[in-house]
């Protein structure tokens, strides 16, 4: 088959799906691209090549790259400032914006209800730390923390037990309510309050005798 004949069967076959159903570009390039590869395998893997260098030059006018491009540079944009507990001018603060600005395209595009993601497309709406959608919690409240005093943390690169004493308990708690926003102290840490409070009680007893006898001894008359 010469060239002018190969070119006709491939536009027909296009023209034919063209009025049989309803057909992306990217559909008709498959097509093509098919076809080629059945008749021409040479000239289909320049066409694939050409594809692909198309694809990279669009996206480089994408909102997308621009926003990768500003992490690379470290711009002072809104994204690189966005995050107050993460510095854009570390390595590994860049990796993190890397990582939030693809996460937050990958939910607005495939995630997100159309409604909401225009929503907050135009700023009717905000949705906060869009980049933990998919994790299916938010950003503040992501541990229980009766479950984290009582049995400690763990994961797959070690662990930290349960708090032993009052003032690790309050620390733990301090630094998790303080990060998480999460205002559930009465319910959480009183179980541990009192399971504290009989240990030091207990304790108490048989610290007693010493405490007073260095009182008694720093009050000895001359």
């Known amino acids: 088959m010469n060239k002018e004949d190969l070119i006709f069967e491939i536009t027909m076959k296009v023209i034919e799906r063209i009025f049989t159903s309803r057909i992306s570009v990217e559909e008709i390039q498959d097509l093509v691209e098919t076809e080629l590869m059945k008749n021409c395998p040479e000239v289909a893997k320049k066409y694939i090549i050409y594809r692909e260098w198309r694809n990279i030059e669009r996206e480089k006018k994408t909102q997308m790259k621009q926003v990768m491009d500003g992490i690379v540079a470290i711009d002072k944009n809104d994204v690189n400032l966005n995050n107050a507990n993460m510095s854009s ?26 409604k909401y993601a225009e929503a907050h497309r135009l700023g009717d709406i905000h949705i ?16 229980d923390l009766g479950e984290l005093f009582e049995n400690g943390f763990h994961t797959k690169n070690g662990s930290i037990r349960a708090p032993a004493k009052h003032t690790k308990l309050r620390y733990a708690g301090n630094y998790c309510f303080s990060d998480q926003s999460k205002r559930t102290t009465r319910w959480t840490v009183y179980p541990c309050i009192r399971l504290f409070h009989g240990k030091r009680s207990t304790q108490n007893l048989f610290e007693t005798p010493d405490h007073f006898s260095g009182i008694l001894h720093n009050h000895e008359p001359d």
């Open 89 to 114: 001018y570390t390595p590994a603060g860049q990796m993190m914006t890397f990582a939030s600005e693809i996460t937050k395209d990958y939910t607005y595009k495939y995630l997100l209800p159309q």
């Open 128 to 143: 906060h730390d869009l980049d933990y959608y998919p994790t299916k919690t938010t950003t503040y409240i992501q541990y």
